[in-house]
């Protein structure tokens, strides 16, 4: 029997580890940030004031905040030793991992994020999921908290079936092995063993060494390595607004292509689909007119497809209602958005993100084809993970 099988199987087909954990091996907490004085007080606080003793340092690593997030941290830090401020001078997260990592007193590296919430238990919760042998990086499904009506059709949107393209890591109720999952939790030494972060897949870092893990652990153990935990609980704060998500998504692209240049045997379907439907958006209408001078079946596909999107937001919504002023809302208590405010974003966030992303996949893979590749790596050397003594604290 191999490790992956060493986990019970519920009669749901979800599965639990069966390891037991007597003490916990020491963990760093790494959080990169870029301007969010509002939320990182609260964020190293929670985890300073978690249930769980083994953490050993709060390791904030700033890309350079102009909004007083520094000095909230050197504030905290004032207060207690635990808590250490880190430059990250090249601002990408990616970058910053690594620095942090190469900082980094525990056996356990764990991931976190400036602008989401974690339970009081996140971190021991993470360590009894990584005690089993098979498991290379361990988090929870990724869930969302709104203050407001856009913020509420984007939780609804990433929760539901189409928004969240299929990953296992957003769906309701999952247990088991994926292939990728929201922050992450790993052993230290096995993240300096691969080489830590890559910084040409921002960013979709996290993504990338997912896959580098999941080649390791199938070779080992023949499971994916990467595991979802119901009982792993984290929040996160989506974007405000429609632009700013538009953004994300485009970005999120970007880094969708780069990853698939770097790993183009192991990206799955789900991770090029988009860029299917941003082309098919796009140059459908344009070589019909260049075809036959007007749009037809292209115009009536796109309307179609726009009226379906819809519905499928009011069912979502529909479905969802009686969970969204509980497990999503945060805002004022009696001002929950109306079903069709929440069924409209949650179509626009449907409709937008996989136009967002394929546009960005597309825009960053024909630059790179312009920049060929010894280019494209060349400038992403020194990003790499430094040697301490190449560091400033």
């Known amino acids: 029997m191999s490790v992956c099988d060493e986990r019970a199987t519920h009669s749901d087909g979800s599965t639990r580890s069966s390891v037991v954990v007597d003490s916990y091996p020491t963990v760093s907490v790494v959080v990169p940030v870029l301007d969010e004085v509002t939320d990182i007080g609260d964020v190293v606080r929670g985890f300073l004031a978690g249930t769980d003793p083994s953490v050993l340092e709060v390791l904030v690593v700033d890309g350079g905040s102009q909004d007083g997030t520094r000095e909230v941290v050197e504030a905290l830090a004032q207060e207690n030793p635990r808590v250490k401020l880190l430059e990250n001078p090249h601002r990408i997260q990616a970058a910053g991992l690594n620095v942090a990592l190469a900082h980094a007193a525990g056996e356990v590296f764990l991931r976190a994020d400036g602008h989401s919430e974690y339970a009081p238990d996140y971190v021991a919760r993470c360590l009894e999921a990584l005690e089993d042998p098979a498991a290379r990086n361990v988090g929870g499904r990724q869930r969302f908290l709104a203050t407001n009506a856009f913020q509420v059709g984007t939780a609804l949107a990433a929760s539901s079936y189409l928004g969240s393209g299929g990953a296992l890591y957003r769906r309701p109720g999952y247990e088991g092995w994926a292939d990728t999952v929201f922050l992450g939790c790993f052993r230290s030494a096995e993240l300096r063993t691969l080489g830590g972060f890559v910084p040409e897949a921002h960013p979709a870092e996290d993504a990338e060494l997912n896959l580098r893990l999941s080649a390791m652990a199938e070779k080992e153990s023949g499971c994916t390595g990467i595991w979802v935990g119901p009982e792993i609980r984290v929040w996160y704060h989506p974007r405000p607004t429609w632009w700013l998500f538009v953004v994300q998504s485009f970005h999120h692209g970007r880094g969708r292509a780069r990853t698939v240049r770097l790993h183009p045997r192991r990206t799955s379907l789900r991770g090029r689909l988009p860029v299917l439907v941003a082309l098919s958006v796009v140059l459908g209408p344009i070589l019909e007119v260049g075809a036959r001078g007007s749009i037809g079946w292209t115009g ?32 004022p208590s009696g001002q929950l958005p109306s079903l069709v405010s929440q069924s409209f974003f949650c179509a626009l966030a449907v409709g937008t993100r996989p136009l967002a992303h394929g546009i960005g996949f597309a825009w960053q893979w024909t630059r790179d084809g312009f920049l060929g590749a010894e280019r494209r790596q060349g400038g992403q050397a020194s990003l790499a993970i430094p040697e301490p003594g190449e560091l400033q604290d």
Request: proline content about 0%; overall charge neutral.
């Open 300 to 331: 009536t596909a796109l309307v179609g497809g726009g009226l379906l999107t819809l519905v499928y937001g009011l069912w979502v919504a529909w479905t969802a209602r009686g969970d969204c002023e509980r497990d999503i809302w945060r805002g």
